[in-house]
């Protein structure tokens, strides 16, 4: 197929074929493997109410057979050369992927091609792993924290797609059918709403050939994209209950989507927060009390909002005194400034774990996706560090003043039934 339009930066490099695909690398010249991924712009957030969990469960489902591999000679095909096959499903995206060495790149596409491809979803398979998928939930039912991140997410995001879980529910994975997966994906999976990422020792251009042969193929009609508008943010406050030893709690709010100005704001507040053992949080409230083991707040963006919080486990008893200690340092975040030595080291840390993170290829090719999944190009680590430098102090409290308003923060409580 003919070029349609070709973007080079450096050493990052992205064509979008005729058809829609877009393919994006990075070259590495110090490496001798590639890491590959297959992302599809859609996620749990795509589904409807019936549909809840059907890309989770598709993303299983790749992998058991297509026209001419079985399940066992996917698996084979890239550990028999001493690389790996997997993938993942978020709220918003789904990525199949393979590590190789680089000698090894064209089977590697071949084979991740003709699982998006050629899927044939077999009906013994499928039932087979309906009780994996199944069995899956049961093993994060019987985690505490996901149990409760779970709960606190379908609260933050009540009647919304993104507040369901991404796994679906046992009713509606129960529910799905051979035609429901190839529906889905007649739906979902068009060359226009796919993206081949690629970091690692290897040329684009021949990456291009390889997916021109492979994986391109003809569009069948636009990919269609549902407005999801967003309801209301309304504060909640709910306790469950389960047999376990420990209470759970996190406190937290709607945040701020990819593309919002105040980002790089919060990714310091987090940061200053609770960015490692030596933050205020785990100082104040671990260090000082031994109220707790772990305790840490995170920050998710979406395309059209975010979920901030701060989750920790601790003893019932003391769990009115961590709230405190947790609202104390929210206010703190509101009334004063961070100084410049500590707002300074918030800024190494966070620069640094970019740093760190470079020398992952599987991270590079995953960071090459994601900016263009949400930003349609390729942000730059120099860009990146320009924007955490520029922050002050003063806009900091400015942006924390209105952020980290008591009022605006919800709770869910996981607790043990005994209590």
């Known amino acids: 197929m003919t070029v349609q339009k070709q973007e080079k930066q450096s050493n990052i490099r992205k064509t979008t074929l005729e058809s829609g695909l877009k393919v994006v690398t990075e070259k590495i010249e110090s490496v001798k493997s590639v890491s590959v991924g297959i992302w599809v712009k859609t996620g749990s957030r795509n589904e409807s109410e019936q549909q809840a969990g059907i890309t989770h469960f598709l993303e299983h489902m790749l992998f058991k057979g297509t026209e001419k591999r079985s399940a066992f000679d996917i698996a084979q095909s890239m550990e028999s050369v001493g690389g790996y096959l997997n993938a993942f499903t978020s709220t918003e995206y789904t990525c199949y992927y393979a590590r190789c060495l680089d000698s090894k790149i064209e089977s590697a596409v071949e084979v991740l091609s003709d699982m998006v491809k050629n899927s044939q979803f077999p009906e013994e398979e499928l039932e087979k792993e309906k009780k994996v998928v ?78 021109r042969d492979q994986l391109d193929y003809h569009q069948n009609g636009n990919t269609l994209h549902i407005k999801q508008p967003l309801i209301p943010y309304e504060v909640t406050s709910q306790t469950i209950t389960k047999p376990i030893e ?164 919800s709770e869910t409580l996981l607790i043990p039934e005994s209590k």
């Open 134 to 211: 199944l069995e899956e939930m049961k093993m994060y039912k019987d985690s505490p924290d996901d149990v409760v991140f779970e709960e606190f997410s379908g609260q933050i995001f009540k009647n919304h797609p993104i507040g369901r879980p991404v796994i679906g529910f046992e009713e509606t994975v129960k529910s799905f059918t051979r035609q429901d997966l190839f529906d889905y994906m007649a739906n979902r999976y068009q060359p226009d709403n796919l993206l081949v990422a690629v970091a690692g020792h290897a040329e684009h251009d021949e990456l291009l050939d390889i997916v």
């Open 246 to 409: 420990q209470t759970h709690m996190i406190m937290g709010r709607r945040a701020l989507n990819f593309e919002h100005p105040d980002k790089y704001l919060l990714l310091l507040a987090n940061t200053v927060l609770g960015g490692g053992m030596s933050s205020r949080l785990h100082q104040n409230v671990r260090e000082k009390y031994g109220y707790c083991y772990s305790i840490s707040p995170f920050n998710q963006s979406y395309v059209d909002t975010g979920l901030f919080g701060v989750y920790t486990g601790t003893d019932i008893d003391y769990v009115d005194h961590v709230r405190e200690l947790i609202n104390v340092e929210f206010l703190r975040m509101k009334n004063e400034k961070v100084g410049e030595k500590e707002l300074s080291e918030a800024k190494a840390q966070l620069k640094g774990k970019l740093l760190l993170s470079q020398e992952n290829t599987s991270n590079r090719m995953t960071r090459l996706a994601k900016s263009e999944i949400y930003f349609n190009r390729f942000v730059t680590l120099d860009e990146l560090v320009e924007n955490i430098d520029a922050v002050t102090s003063e806009e900091l409290q400015r942006f924390s003043d209105e952020f980290f308003d008591p009022t605006q923060f």
